[in-house]
Each structure stands twice: as C-alpha cells, then as structure tokens.
C-alpha cells in the first residue's frame, strides 16, 4: 500500500524559509513523478512544482525563483524548500504522485504570518 507522508510545516514570518518533506513507501520511488500541490482557504488546490523521473521540473509562475523542488531517491523522499516565503503563500501543501493510481498525502500547514 502506497503512503505519502508530508512534514516540515508550520508558522513563518514573511520572508522566512521552510522545507517542506514527503516520505514514499510502498511504491518504486526513483521511477514515479512527483509534484507539491497547495490549497488555501476559500480556493482550489493548485500545482506549485512538480517533478518527474528525469529530474525535469516546473514551477508555478508564482513560486518560481522561491521553490525548489527536489528528491532523494535512496530515502524514498522528495522536498520542497520554500524561500522569501508570502503571506500567499498560505495554504495546505500537499504531496501528490504524478502518475496512477495518483496517490496524495494528508497534506501540511503552511502559515505565513507576521
């Protein structure tokens, strides 16, 4: 059974920095696609990067040159280091396999507040 577990989440000042974690089991990891997804309050869940095997990736126009998206493959385990955080930046984040059965995890707060 497949599991994606996101930690890293929490309150952070504007302009402040946050790693966001998402922990894979049950599948071959090194092969499948991955991306981060957020949903704020009041609105839809939105990509925000995503990764695939090759180590291709894309970003929102909104995060771009403040996400990075990244993956260890021998932790079964991809990333998502939030710099030069906004207050819009608020939301759920959540971890999402890119190809069937299209797997997601619970999801982590990310608050930016002053």
């Known amino acids: 059974q497949v599991q994606l577990v996101e930690s890293g989440g929490g309150l952070v000042q504007p302009g402040g920095s946050l790693r966001l974690s998402c922990a894979a089991s049950?599948?071959?990891?090194?092969?499948?696609?991955m991306g981060w997804y957020r949903q704020a309050p009041g609105k839809q869940r939105e990509p925000v990067a995503t990764e695939n095997s090759a180590g291709t990736t894309n970003y929102a126009q909104s995060v771009k040159g403040r996400f990075t998206i990244s993956r260890d493959n021998a932790k079964n385990t991809v990333y998502l280091q939030m710099n030069s955080l906004k207050p819009e930046d608020t939301a759920v984040y959540y971890c999402h396999r890119l190809n069937p059965p299209y797997d997601w995890g619970r999801g982590t707060q990310v608050t930016v507040s002053s």
């Open positions: 049950g599948i071959i990891f090194s092969r499948v696609p």
